[in-house]
């Protein structure tokens, strides 16, 4: 498995233009993500501690889970955390035509109803971004990812690698489901205690 943490310049140049990588630089402010729920354990696990806390995050849902799920994806909601659409299905977008991947994006919308969108491992063509964008979507992206889904590493290193980008105005990314949870459930408290001693908040993205 081939990935990086963080987002060089020439990373981002890869891909189409008008996608989100990071916020506007705030004091103390990191912007906390979690791809692939809702999960019935999980999820309600990771509320918990942001908002014991009191940070607000954003959850990139499965349409299919939300379905599965609603009363998890309410209590996201509930929580004052912000939702967005990661495709019905967990959609390759380079596997697929764009209008298939929009019928997707679509199908899931129905359920979650949010202007964010962040696409599943990062694959989105020129011309899906153009229809998505076109849809009213904002297409975000990450400044660092914790690789709390690879296997082959443990939690310690996926706190690591979130603590590493953990500076203003960063997106960083984590997954609330059961492959990466043996991970997460090391890295997300750590992180979180970094943050206290360095007094640094999460806010959920800007859904307008």
């Known amino acids: 498995m081939w990935y990086i943490t963080s987002t060089p310049w020439w990373l981002r140049a890869i891909f189409p233009g008008g996608l989100v990588w990071r916020q506007k630089p705030a004091e103390g402010t990191v912007y906390l993500t979690f791809d692939d729920g ?11 501690l942001l908002e014991a806390a009191g940070h607000k995050a954003t959850f990139f849902c499965i349409g299919q889970n939300v379905l599965r799920y609603p009363q998890i994806f309410e209590r996201v909601k509930a929580g004052g955390h912000m939702v967005g ?6 959609m390759h977008g380079w596997k697929v035509s764009p209008q298939e991947y929009l019928q997707n994006v679509e199908l899931a919308n129905s359920s979650i ?4 969108f962040r696409p599943p491992y990062g694959a989105i063509k020129q011309r899906q971004a153009k229809l998505l964008k076109r849809r009213g979507y904002s297409i975000i992206m990450w400044s ?8 082959k590493i443990t939690g310690t290193q996926a706190a690591e690698n979130s603590i590493k980008h953990c500076k ?41």
Not at 38 to 48: A, F, K, L, R, S
Not at 85 to 90: A, C, E, I, L, V
Request: proline share 10%; hydrophobic share 35%.
């Open 113 to 116: 109803g949010s202007p964010l």
């Open 38 to 48: 809702p999960h019935p354990e999980i999820t309600p696990w990771v509320c918990n």
């Open 85 to 90: 659409n990661h495709t019905h299905h967990h």
């Open 168 to 208: 203003p105005g960063n997106i960083l990314v984590f997954h609330d489901s059961e492959k990466a949870y043996p991970r997460l459930k090391i890295a997300l408290p750590e992180l979180l205690r970094y943050m206290a001693a360095n007094g640094i908040t999460s806010q959920s993205l800007d859904g307008r």
């Open 144 to 151: 660092g990812i914790s690789a709390d889904f690879d296997v």
